[in-house]
């Protein structure tokens, strides 16, 4: 990491030196930049297939691509960062702790569990986890202040190539800025005993990427013991040196989250448990991180290069409990995860323009994390009886992609492909003949066709995403009963590959258009990491089917409005069991005014029946949220409502066997367990802008 | 879509959660008789009693691992959103004393199964008690394990008499059990226990000269804890090589 570092800080700066003193253009030359620079106006019209940002760019003309301004972000409702995914269509997030705890995320028939399906990206910075003691690709936006998110672009399926790791279903960027200007001082007091109170210094005249900005949040949560408390620090500034365009930035987080556990529903039906209880009491996590990151644009006349490099450092500490007392009915089944890790990385991606017709796409991103974890069981005193895993592992992994762009007319096409390996060195703290060491690497052809008429765009893309084991799937384990390791006890750890194809017609109006994608994405072999056995568990192969459609409108200037469903059949080959806990039908909707002083916003989502495990069910929901802001001066007031229509909801579903009542016949059957959804509760906000 | 009916009603209304579904299956032991094992050193075991004192029965489902990608995760916790490997979907929780004798056995209890297709079997080991219901001066109270029969070899036979201790926490993990359950299944699950291991030919006798054991006063061999060939039969005979269930 530190050669490219080092090799970026020497190379931009010559380039421009070579830039400011080079001759005026030759009449090819001029003809070339004649053209460039009508691409990129025509890329900045509006167009949703390619789009240019600093951190979100989209080369490849797939159709599940939406690219949201921060206008509209502000004007959905949300508590916080996580909450700005909602709107990517088809991505339902669950949360099985309380806020703070990093989501659980199902999109296109893939349970990403906590990332490890969902690339998600910060100005170019990965989020994702490499084998965060929790799950691998644990992303965490709790750090994020919502009101520094200059906007969202999400790309489903694994069709760009600048999608790395964790890709395979899909992926997203946010970029950090304001376009708001100047100093604001926020404070939002809640229904559930929330109080957040927020400043942001945007100097007015300075670019929209340059803010310092700060949070603090105290919430009681609803129900029992699902309070969070959190402390956030952001800050991001400009330069520019000629042709070159640098984004330093910084961040700091400090975040206290309680885990109340899921409950039975036959805890509730017994009425042992309340439907808000929280059956592992005061358990709990804290989530803490700092992060430096170092963006970089340069352009000159064909050439763009993209690249970002970062340091940070990152914990997690989580006490837990899922199951009560049904593995030890003495201390209980509590278990404590930390994790600790120092990352760092750099990206860069270079865009040449080769001629009218071709571009050249190609760039090379590093990855480091030296990390330690353990794991141990705890009493339900916090008590810790048992060392379960203790483990320092680094993991060093690159990328690098080439491909071309071609347009032609109507047509627009790109191909190419990217190779991923990572070097893990694992070492098991608890007995060293464990330990472990070794490589993986995979290829990912890539490749997308789109025909653009005046109205009318027609795709076609095909793709492979890749999932990294996680670096604990090198250690070793003991076999059972003198059979090989690999029959009884795991396999040996390997790179999920997932082949993905999409096909999508999107129509575009003035005041309204409409789009229907289909997708379909074969996975010949998983290898899941199970964290609570230890062992790498290889899946058979999956294929996951569906479609997408959408409809947004804006019938007049200060109204717009989206709708879009997804529906997916995800199933194992062999079995052709339902993948647990993927939507099968998800729809949303959104309604956005902003005709100021007012402004205002709903969002509803209905979630379909989603198949468990084992045959279970997890119920449908319909829940709608909603802001509304006035304007007056330098002052703004907000409200904003949690679950409009007051639903009994589940947020997170699953179905696990679990013991909490000692009194109760033991047994080891699954159960439906549910985690709560938000109930209906009020926020009211006010900001002033000096 | 495989339920295409599931989109129009989805979107007219909320479903609630569902359990899966079961079906309750009476388990008993086989009445089979137990067939005689013929040894590595030339004897043949012929075993006319076997008594094992066990806990918490659980069928297992093989999950979304087969073929090469047979892996088995066993023994974990499940938590939300990560993989629940080692999927017991069935059980027959309790304590029990299984006997196979080549007669028809009682009942052990009504098992309760999510449908589904079974791969195996597991239970723990446990010494027996009182609370068994067994005499006070019968042989297994506190023991896991005890085997009765004779014992053969060069047309002289001896009865033989094993008394097998266990290790805290033993448990059989993965007795062979391929069985479809349906909501609609009705059959009887019996547990066998195999003499000889069904599938490589090996027995759990093997490896012990018995006629160089010192006999009882009635000249019967006894095995008991302590000794080395205890320790030699107990470390075979609590694998699940030599375990399954049939259906009656």
């Known amino acids: 990491m530190r050669s490219h570092l080092f090799v970026l800080s020497i190379t931009l700066p010559c380039a421009i030196a070579r830039a400011d003193d080079e001759a005026p253009p030759s009449p090819d030359d001029a003809e070339l930049l004649q053209y460039v620079a009508e691409a990129e106006a025509e890329a900045q019209a509006g167009e949703t297939i390619v789009v240019e940002d600093s951190a979100g760019p989209v080369d490849t003309p797939s159709s599940g691509v939406r690219v949201v301004s921060q206008r509209a972000l502000e004007l959905t409702p949300h508590r916080n960062a996580d909450d700005y995914l909602r709107l990517v269509p088809g991505l339902y997030m669950s949360q099985h702790g309380s806020e703070g705890k990093g989501q659980q995320f199902f999109l296109r028939g893939f349970d990403a569990v906590h990332g490890s399906d969902v690339s998600i990206r910060v100005n170019g910075i990965p989020i994702n986890e490499m084998s965060n003691v929790h799950g691998q690709g644990y992303a965490d936006l709790g750090f994020i202040i919502p009101e520094t998110v200059h906007g969202l672009t999400s790309r489903k399926g694994p069709f760009d190539l600048e999608q790395g790791w964790f890709a395979t279903a899909g992926s997203i960027d946010l970029v950090l800025g304001t376009a708001s200007r100047g100093r604001r001082v926020g404070y939002e007091v809640g229904s559930t005993n929330r109080h957040r109170a927020y400043v942001i210094d945007a100097p007015a005249g300075r670019p929209e990427a340059e803010f310092v900005a700060a ?16 402390a956030s620090v952001m800050a991001q500034t400009e330069l520019t040196a000629g042709r070159l365009v640098l984004r330093p930035m910084f961040a700091g987080n400090w975040t206290k989250f309680g885990e109340p556990g899921v409950i039975a529903l036959a805890d509730i039906a017994s009425s042992y448990f309340d439907r808000m209880d929280a059956p592992a009491g005061d358990l709990g996590g804290r989530s803490q991180r700092l992060l430096g990151g170092l963006g970089a644009t340069w352009k000159r006349g064909a050439d763009e290069v993209v690249a970002s490099a970062h340091l940070g450092w990152r914990g997690l500490d989580l006490d837990e409990n899922f199951t009560g007392y049904l593995e030890n009915t003495q201390y209980g089944d509590g278990r404590r995860q930390v994790h600790r890790a120092i990352t760092g990385g750099a990206r860069v991606a270079w865009r040449h323009t080769l001629s009218r017709h071709v571009r050249l796409l190609t760039g090379t991103e590093v990855l480091r994390d030296q990390l330690e974890q353990y794991e141990d069981r705890i009493s339900t005193r916090g008590a810790v009886w048992r060392n379960e895993r203790s483990t320092s592992a680094a993991t060093t992994s690159a990328g690098t992609w080439a491909g071309a762009q071609v347009r032609d007319g109507r047509w627009l096409a790109t191909a190419g492909a990217r190779v991923d390996a990572m070097m893990v060195d694992a070492a098991d703290r608890l007995d060293a003949m464990r330990s472990g060491a070794g490589t993986v690497a995979a290829v990912s052809p890539r490749a997308a066709v789109a025909w653009r008429g005046e109205h009318l765009t027609l795709s076609v893309a095909a793709g492979r995403g890749v999932r990294p084991p996680e670096a604990r799937a090198f250690t070793q384990r003991p076999s059972r009963e003198n059979m090989m390791a690999t029959t009884y006890d795991g396999g040996d750890p390997e790179i ?195 | ?115 589904g297709d079974y791969q195996g079997a597991n239970f723990a080991i446990r ?29 002289t036979t001896r009865p033989f008499d094993a008394l097998l201790d266990v290790e805290p926490d033993t448990s059989v993990i993965g007795a062979v059990f391929h069985d479809v359950i349906t909501e609609a299944s009705t059959e009887t699950l019996a547990l066998e226990f195999y003499p000889t291991d069904p599938v490589e030919g090996d027995t759990p006798f093997d490896g012990v000269d018995y006629f160089t054991l010192p006999t009882t006063a009635d000249g019967a061999i006894a095995i008991r804890p302590g000794q080395p060939e205890h320790n030699i039969i107990r470390r075979a005979i609590q694998t699940h090589d030599q375990y399954g269930v049939q259906t009656l």
């Open chain 1, 215 to 230: 949070d603090v949040l105290h919430d009681t949560g609803y129900g029992k013991f699902r309070g969070t408390e959190h």
């Open chain 1, 496 to 690: 999920t590959v997932a082949n993905a194809l999409e096909t999508g017609a999107e129509l575009r109006g003035e005041r309204i258009s409409a789009g229907v994608t289909g997708f379909a994405t074969w996975i010949d072999r998983e290898a899941v990491f199970d964290h609570l056995s230890g062992l790498t568990a290889l899946l058979d192969g999956s294929r996951r089917y569906g479609a997408e459609v959408f409809v947004e409108a804006k019938p007049v200037p200060w109204l717009a409005v989206r709708g879009d469903a997804t529906l997916v059949d995800a199933r194992f080959v062999v079995t052709d069991n339902p993948v647990p806990g993927a939507p099968r039908i998800l729809a949303s909707a959104e309604a956005r005014l902003d005709a100021r002083p007012w402004s205002a916003g709903v969002a509803g989502r209905f979630l379909g029946p989603r198949p468990l495990i084992h045959g279970a069910t997890a119920a449908s929901s319909t829940v709608f949220d909603a802001i509304g802001a006035y304007t007056r001066g330098r002052w703004m007031l907000s409200l904003q409502v949690d679950n409009l229509l007051g639903t009994d909801w589940n947020e997170g579903e699953y179905h696990f066997a679990s013991r909490w009542d000692l009194s109760a016949p033991e047994s080891s059957l699954p159960r439906v367990h549910i985690s709560p959804g938000r109930p209906f509760g009020v926020r009211a906000g006010a900001s002033v802008q000096f």
């Open chain 2, 1 to 115: 879509m495989r339920y295409p009916l599931l989109v129009p009603l989805a979107l007219v209304g909320c479903s609630g959660s569902e359990e899966a579904a079961t079906v309750d299956l009476p388990v008993t032991t086989s009445p089979a008789a137990l067939a005689p094992a013929a040894t590595d050193l030339g004897y043949q075991v012929s075993l006319t009693r076997v008594r094992i004192a066990v806990a918490k029965i659980e069928f297992t489902i093989e999950g979304e691992m087969h073929g090469d990608a047979a892996a088995r995760v066993v023994g974990t916790a499940p938590h939300p959103g990560h993989s629940a490997g080692g999927e017991v979907t069935g059980e027959l929780p309790g304590e029990f004393i299984l006997e196979w004798n080549g007669r028809a056995q009682p009942q052990l209890g009504l098992g309760r199964l999510i449908v």
């Open chain 2, 127 to 155: 010494a027996a008690s009182a609370r068994d219901g067994l005499a006070a001066n019968d042989p297994l109270v506190g023991h896991a394990f005890h085997l009765t029969g004779t014992i053969t070899k060069d047309a």
